[in-house]
């Protein structure tokens, strides 16, 4: 038994739960957990992995409990995929951006007609006040139509003021979370939300038609949408599915996953997207406030546990971006947006690269496209990325060869792993190499760099962002002091011992833009 592969997050002890007669007959077959019977004297390869894949005996994947139902990996996911696939191949990463982790946040429409219990004021005033433009954070806001075609009055008159001030705002993005908010989709039991005189329920004026509701009647000219978060049980059918892919619409929510100390299980970290007859439904990072309260019953400060699976998604390996996902309803209670705000605020201290949920949606999808060569054992091509720009290497320690390698930013060394930024514009081919690079490379920007150069001394690169610039430059000269230009103003940096120089400045606005930096 080897238990680093075997007993992962639940020890085997005298669980055996299954026996069959099954030999690798691969002489250079990996076995990881060798049974005896005691009676017959028969053998079970229960684990084991070769150059043509591997087979784990049922039961032996994953425990779960017979009284709570909960889960744990027996199997050591990561290890044994790395056997099972002929070694560790590039993997394309959806949780990292020119080596910082990626974050992004989305707003569920629920409870914008909701009173705030602090000041007596409508949920969405809250939203705007105190968080929307106050934060200089990408948001993507959503909105139910049957919200404001049950409001009636003045009322209505204010709750669309408010959404269209909301879609004003610089860091917003535009989005439909229905027309009547499905609780099920699929059409054996399908529940809507609000009963709309009138209504009959399909794809196309359930999607399609709050899309263009919102896009005439509360979109900015400038800023129309064609994305839609799921809703209800987030399970949408087949032919709501094909609605978004034949009318060019973006599709996100789903998958709820969780890793805290009430699920302290990867199993419970949920996969990109889920397959439907040949599409792709895209899920979510992780769970919003609503399964962290329990479905809306409390606790109402149940959302600020989301930082737990922030971090265990960070470390001993990332796997997941950050996603500050939650509904307008939150912020009904005070300790509800105090948990919003400290989530806000612990990211803050961390960092990241944000991104519009837009442009998450569109890195999952080049996960799916990107193709992956090994040209030989130290140089790989990847081709049809599209969004997606990293790709990671599990315990690699050899450096990139930036000279030979095409369409490659830089790279960084980080827990046992090698990120490697592409610059997307081209096929690249990622070459490894013993040696450290000489000349400047960029290890960690929050942002897309583009118009990378250097002279051997020197950089100057555009970085679009917002809120914030953020970089390292590695192989510059060890403990030397550089004149940094960031918008025409000019800030003295001295680079450390190591020769990486590291860059922070806070932006005014809260709209993306571009900013030349120069390093000289």
Same mark, same amino acid.
């Given at each position: 038994?080897?238990?680093?592969?075997?007993?992962?997050?639940?020890?085997?002890?005298?669980?055996?739960?299954?026996?069959?007669?099954?030999?690798?007959?691969?002489?250079?077959?990996?076995?990881?957990?060798?049974?005896?019977?005691?009676?017959?004297?028969?053998?079970?390869?229960?684990?084991?992995?070769?150059?043509?894949?591997?087979?784990?005996?049922?039961?032996?994947?994953?425990?779960?409990?017979?009284?709570?139902?909960?889960?744990?990996?027996?199997?050591?996911?990561?290890?044994?995929?790395?056997?099972?696939?002929?070694?560790?191949?590039?993997?394309?990463?959806?949780?990292?951006?020119?080596?910082?982790?990626?974050?992004?946040?989305?707003?569920?429409?629920?409870?914008?007609?909701?009173?705030?219990?602090?000041?007596?004021?409508?949920?969405?005033?809250?939203?705007?006040?105190?968080?929307?433009?106050? #934060?200089?954070?990408?948001?993507?806001?959503?909105?139910?139509?049957?919200?404001?075609?049950?409001?009636?009055?003045?009322?209505?008159?204010?709750?669309?003021?408010?959404?269209?001030?909301?879609?004003?705002?610089?860091?917003?993005?535009?989005?439909?979370?229905?027309?009547?908010?499905?609780?099920?989709?699929?059409?054996?039991?399908?529940?809507?939300?609000?009963?709309?005189?009138?209504?009959?329920?399909?794809?196309?004026?359930?999607?399609?038609?709050?899309?263009?509701?919102?896009?005439?009647?509360?979109?900015?000219?400038?800023?129309?949408?064609?994305?839609?978060?799921?809703?209800?049980?987030?399970?949408?059918?087949?032919?709501?599915?094909?609605?978004?892919?034949?009318?060019?619409?973006?599709? %996100?929510?789903?998958?709820?996953?969780?890793?805290?100390?009430?699920?302290?299980?990867?199993?419970?970290?949920?996969?990109?997207?889920?397959?439907?007859?040949?599409?792709?439904?895209?899920?979510?990072?992780?769970?919003?406030?609503?399964?962290?309260?329990?479905?809306?019953?409390?606790?109402?400060?149940?959302?600020?546990?989301?930082?737990?699976?922030?971090?265990?998604?960070?470390?001993?390996?990332?796997?997941?971006?950050?996603?500050?996902? #939650?509904?307008?309803?939150?912020?009904?209670?005070?300790?509800?947006?105090?948990?919003?705000?400290?989530?806000?605020?612990?990211?803050?201290?961390?960092?990241?690269?944000?991104?519009?949920?837009?442009?998450?949606?569109?890195?999952?999808?080049?996960?799916?496209?990107?193709?992956?060569?090994?040209?030989?054992?130290?140089?790989?091509?990847?081709?049809?990325?599209?969004? %997606?720009?990293?790709?990671?290497?599990?315990?690699?320690?050899?450096?990139?060869?930036?000279?030979?390698?095409?369409?490659?930013?830089?790279?960084?060394?980080?827990?046992?792993?090698? #990120?490697?930024?592409?610059?997307?514009?081209?096929?690249?081919?990622?070459?490894?190499?013993?040696?450290?690079?000489?000349?400047?490379?960029?290890?960690?920007?929050?942002?897309?760099?583009?118009?990378?150069?250097?002279?051997?001394?020197?950089?100057?690169?555009?970085?679009?962002?917002?809120?914030?610039?953020?970089?390292?430059?590695?192989?510059?000269?060890?403990?030397?002091?550089?004149?940094?230009?960031?918008?025409?103003?000019?800030?003295?940096?001295?680079?450390?011992?190591?020769?990486?120089?590291?860059? #922070?400045?806070?932006?005014?606005?809260?709209?993306?833009?571009?900013?030349?930096?120069?390093?000289?």
């Amino acid at each position: 038994n080897d238990p680093e592969m075997t007993e992962f997050e639940r020890p085997l002890g005298t669980e055996i739960t299954s026996f069959r007669e099954i030999t690798a007959k691969d002489p250079n077959a990996k076995v990881f957990l060798e049974l005896k019977r005691r009676d017959t004297k028969e053998l079970c390869d229960a684990v084991f992995a070769h150059n043509k894949g591997g087979m784990v005996l049922s039961g032996y994947e994953v425990y779960q409990n017979p009284v709570n139902y909960q889960t744990r990996w027996r199997l050591n996911p990561f290890k044994f995929f790395t056997y099972a696939f002929g070694g560790d191949f590039p993997k394309p990463d959806v949780s990292t951006v020119n080596g910082m982790r990626l974050m992004y946040s989305h707003i569920d429409g629920d409870g914008i007609r909701n009173l705030s219990e602090m000041d007596s004021v409508p949920c969405p005033d809250v939203m705007y006040d105190k968080i929307l433009s106050q #934060y200089k954070l990408p948001v993507a806001v959503s909105v139910v139509i049957g919200d404001i075609l049950k409001t009636v009055g003045m009322s209505r008159k204010r709750l669309i003021a408010v959404i269209k001030k909301i879609f004003e705002l610089p860091n917003v993005q535009v989005a439909s979370h229905g027309w009547t908010h499905p609780f099920v989709w699929k059409k054996k039991g399908r529940k809507l939300a609000f009963n709309i005189k009138g209504f009959v329920y399909s794809p196309e004026a359930e999607i399609g038609g709050s899309i263009d509701y919102i896009n005439e009647h509360l979109a900015p000219k400038d800023k129309k949408t064609r994305t839609f978060f799921w809703t209800g049980d987030c399970r949408p059918d087949y032919e709501a599915l094909k609605y978004t892919y034949d009318n060019g619409i973006l599709n %996100l929510n789903g998958g709820d996953t969780r890793f805290d100390s009430e699920y302290p299980s990867y199993t419970y970290v949920a996969p990109l997207f889920r397959h439907v007859d040949g599409l792709l439904q895209f899920f979510t990072a992780n769970s919003n406030e609503n399964i962290y309260t329990r479905l809306w019953k409390g606790p109402f400060y149940g959302y600020r546990f989301v930082v737990e699976t922030f971090k265990r998604t960070e470390s001993p390996i990332r796997i997941r971006p950050m996603d500050v996902y #939650y509904h307008f309803y939150l912020v009904e209670k005070e300790i509800g947006f105090e948990s919003l705000v400290d989530t806000y605020n612990w990211i803050l201290k961390t960092e990241f690269t944000p991104v519009t949920t837009n442009h998450y949606i569109h890195v999952m999808q080049g996960f799916v496209s990107t193709e992956i060569e090994k040209l030989s054992d130290n140089r790989w091509a990847i081709a049809d990325n599209g969004k %997606l720009n990293t790709v990671r290497l599990d315990g690699e320690k050899r450096y990139v060869d930036l000279n030979q390698s095409k369409g490659v930013l830089g790279f960084l060394h980080y827990q046992s792993s090698l #990120y490697v930024h592409l610059d997307n514009e081209e096929r690249a081919e990622i070459v490894l190499t013993n040696t450290p690079p000489s000349a400047p490379y960029v290890a960690k920007a929050n942002g897309m760099v583009s118009e990378w150069r250097t002279d051997g001394n020197g950089a100057s690169f555009t970085l679009n962002t917002i809120g914030r610039v953020q970089f390292s430059v590695a192989a510059m000269k060890k403990n030397h002091g550089y004149r940094v230009t960031a918008n025409k103003t000019a800030y003295r940096v001295k680079s450390d011992d190591k020769g990486i120089l590291d860059f #922070y400045i806070e932006l005014p606005s809260r709209a993306y833009q571009d900013v030349e930096i120069t390093i000289r």
